[in-house]
């Protein structure tokens, strides 16, 4: 499946961080959380690949030392010819595709007191999405919190703010901007840059080692942007 990039120039980010993000910040964001949400939870096949490449120069997200490591990595991935099939392989020891993963991918794995499945982490980030009217794809079938999940919830969050603004509805913006900060503060930075850390340093593969190190740079993007 091809990737909806959506990729566009990256807009300036403000220096300072502010109270308010603009429509150009918020699409960014989305397209970024959406593209590496989606890698995160299933290995892009032959045409996919090609298309992310193809358009690694055009990231949106490219203000922090992180995310400029794994735009280097993507590079030297295109320079090696690293293959689907050889990314996908990475990409299932890594995450557990079909067997144990190296690096559980779930958030109830990595805080959970027993680390299980399904744990209360789980049930948080489900009523998570709910209150911003969403609902994981593959409900009671895969964890709400696998980490391409969690991806994805800022960027719908992203989304939603940015369109809100575009209807002159600044009120909800700001309600979908909080909701993108507490869900970030709450989950996503307890665990994933602890999980990602060990993702970039593990991969068998440039390709995953730098979709790893781009994630980091994008949620310390997000961070500033939101704090």
């Known amino acids: 499946m091809t990737p909806e990039l959506m990729l566009k120039p990256a807009p300036e980010l403000s220096p ?13 964001f989305a397209a970024a959380f959406a593209t590496l949400g989606q890698i995160h939870r299933k290995a892009l ?19 922090t030392p992180k995310a ?12 090696l010819g690293e293959s689907a099939e050889q990314i996908s392989a990475d990409h299932n020891w890594l995450y557990g595709d079909t067997a144990r993963a190296a690096v559980p991918p779930y958030e109830s794995v990595h ?12 049930l948080q980030v489900r009523a998570a999405y709910r209150e911003l009217g969403l609902v994981a794809p ?23 703010a940015q369109d809100a603004l575009a209807d002159a509805r600044a009120g909800d913006a700001e309600q979908f901007l909080d909701a993108a900060r507490d869900f970030l503060h709450e989950h996503v930075q307890q665990w994933a840059p602890g999980m990602l850390g ?5 991969a068998g593969t440039q390709f995953m080692a730098g979709v790893a190190l781009l994630s980091l740079g994008a949620l310390e993007s997000l961070a500033a942007a939101l704090d």
């Open 68 to 79: 400029r490591e794994g735009l280097a990595a993507l590079t030297r991935s295109a320079k």
């Open 16 to 28: 300072e961080p502010g109270p308010e993000l603009t429509p150009e910040q918020l699409d960014a």
């Open 198 to 202: 060990q993702v970039a340093a593990g």
């Open 45 to 63: 096949d032959a045409s996919g690949l090609a298309a992310f490449l193809a358009l690694r120069d055009q990231w949106p997200l490219l203000d």
């Open 138 to 160: 593959r409900l009671n079938r895969e964890p709400d919190d696998h980490i391409g999940l969690e991806f994805d919830f800022l960027a719908q969050a992203s989304l939603k």
């Open 111 to 122: 805080r959970g007191v027993e680390a299980l499945l399904f744990d209360e982490a789980t």
